[in-house]
C-alpha cells in the first residue's frame, strides 16, 4: 500500500475478528517499526507482546479491578488528567465520545451500555493480542513519550499495511500493578501505552467512525513563505 493511503486508512479500531494474529506478522510489524527514530537512538523502547491465555488474564485482571471500584495506581496518574473545560481539547475529547456513543447506540442515562463499553476498553475492544509498550524509568518522562509515540504511531501504520488494525489505547494500562504482575514487568520499567491490534471487524459500528481534524491553516503558522 501507498504509504499516504496508509495514513489515511489507519484509524482507531475498537471492534476485531475473532482471528488470531499469527507471531511471524506481530514479529514482522514490530521489525519494521523498530525503525522509528528516537532520541540520540536511544530506542527507548520494550514491547510485551501478549495473546492468548495471557491476555486474557489482563483482561479478567482489569475488568475485575473496574468492576471493583479500585483506584489505578499513583504511577498512571498522568495519564488520567483530563483536558480543561473550555478548551479545544476538551471540546475534541467530548466529540469524539459522542460520535463513538451515538454509533454504538449508547445513549446519555444508559448506564449499563456506558458500562459495557467501558470494559469492552478494559478488555483491549475483544482484540486478539495487545502490545504493552514499556520504557526504561531512567529516562525523562517527556523524551520517553515522544520517542514512543514514533514507534507508537510506526506500530499502526505498519499494521494497516498488513491488513490489521489498531486502537492505541492508555486504558489498557490503568491497572499497571496487575499488567505488571501477569506481564512480570520490572518495576524499573514504566508503562507507557498499551495497543489492541488485530484483523477489523468492518461491520462494527465504531469502527465506521472518522474522527475530524482540525482545519489546517488553524495549526498552520507559515514562516518566510
Ligand atoms: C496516547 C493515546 C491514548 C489513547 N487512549 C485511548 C483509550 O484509552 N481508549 C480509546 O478508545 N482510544 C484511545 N486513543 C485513541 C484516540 O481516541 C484516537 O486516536 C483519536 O480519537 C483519533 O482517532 P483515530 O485514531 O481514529 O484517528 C488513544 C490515542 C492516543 C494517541
Redesign the pocket.
Known sequence: MELQDTIKE???I?GFLEKPVPKDVLNQILAISVRAPSTKNAQPWHFYVVTGETLEQLKRANVERFRSSEDPPEEMAHTLIEPEKGTVYRDRQVD?GKR?FKIMDIGREDKAKRIEWIER?FRY?DAPAAIILVGDKSRPIEGAYLDA?LV?QTICLAAVDLGLGT??????ITYADAIRDILQIPDDKRLL?AIALGYPDDDFPANK???PREDLENVITWCGL
Open positions: 489507519r484509524k482507531s475498537r469524539i463513538l476498553g475492544f509515540g507508537i486502537c492505541i489505547q492508555n486504558q489498557g501505552v467512525v472518522i474522527s
